[in-house]
């Protein structure tokens, strides 16, 4: 099966300018995620969406990030306007679980977009 | 506030031997635990996942245990090799599929 893509791969922006990131999803996969990886740490949860509803956004910066994801497939992550520190890898993954089916659970990772904020 | 803790140097090891990784979390009650691995410029691949009922789970050369008592899971690979050379992530989840991630263990495997 196709895996999760994402586009760009890399992306360099001036602060205060905006940027988006683009996901498509594994198909039939019911839950999709979007995490922010710093250089040197784990991947850091901005938000959960599940189908095409938001099960967990606590950690994004809503003054600066928006999210959605289209007719429960698609997924696109913007940031407006950018920060030096939000220099990082952007990854999407999506899972084919739902709550309580853990067996399922496991998530695949497209390759990333790495961002740059000068 | 809730914490994980991975190894907090990197691992390095003979081929052949057997590393094993460590993910201590706190304040945190998590419905399973997975492990990933990540290769520099690439997204996290699922390895394993054992949930809070499991005491170990094998696969390959990869095994897993989790002690939800000692708030600790601990991540084997046998005869390593060069090649199993990468950054291993664990990950806390709860029912919901909510994942917490440590920043990871860099193993270097030397030939």
């Known amino acids: 099966e196709a895996g999760v893509a994402q586009s760009p791969r890399y992306k360099i922006i001036e602060k205060r300018q905006s940027v988006a990131f683009w996901c498509n999803p594994i198909?039939?996969?019911?839950?999709l995620y979007w995490y922010q990886q710093i250089l040197g740490q784990g991947p850091k949860l901005l938000i959960q969406?599940?189908?095409?509803?938001?099960?967990?956004d606590s950690q994004l910066p809503k003054d600066r990030f928006s999210a959605e994801r289209l007719k429960g497939v698609d997924s696109t992550l913007k940031i407006q306007p950018a920060k030096l520190e939000d220099s990082a890898v952007y990854l999407c993954?999506?899972?084919?679980?739902?709550?309580?089916?853990?067996?399922?659970?496991?998530?695949?990772f497209g390759p990333g977009t790495r961002l740059t904020v000068l | 506030s809730q914490k994980i803790e991975q190894n907090s140097e990197a691992l390095n090891i003979q081929e052949g031997k057997t590393a094993t990784l460590t993910c201590n979390y706190t304040?945190?009650?998590?419905?399973?635990l997975q492990w990933y691995r990540q290769d520099p410029g690439r997204g996290p691949v699922f390895l394993l996942l054992?949930?809070?009922?499991?005491k170990e789970k094998r696969k390959e050369r990869l095994k897993v245990t989790f002690d939800t008592t000692l708030k600790q899971s601990l991540f084997h690979i046998t005869a390593s090799q060069p090649a199993d050379s990468a950054t291993y992530l664990c990950?806390?989840?709860?029912?919901?599929?909510?994942?917490?991630f440590g920043d990871g263990t860099t193993l270097t495997v030397k030939p």
């Open positions: 990950a806390l989840n709860t029912n919901a599929g909510k994942s917490t």
């Open positions: 304040n945190y009650s998590p419905a399973y």
């Open positions: 198909s039939g996969h019911a839950t």
């Open positions: 993954a999506s899972s084919p679980g739902t709550s309580g089916r853990l067996y399922r659970n496991e998530q695949f």
């Open positions: 969406f599940q189908n095409n509803g938001v099960v967990d």
């Open positions: 054992i949930r809070e009922n499991e």
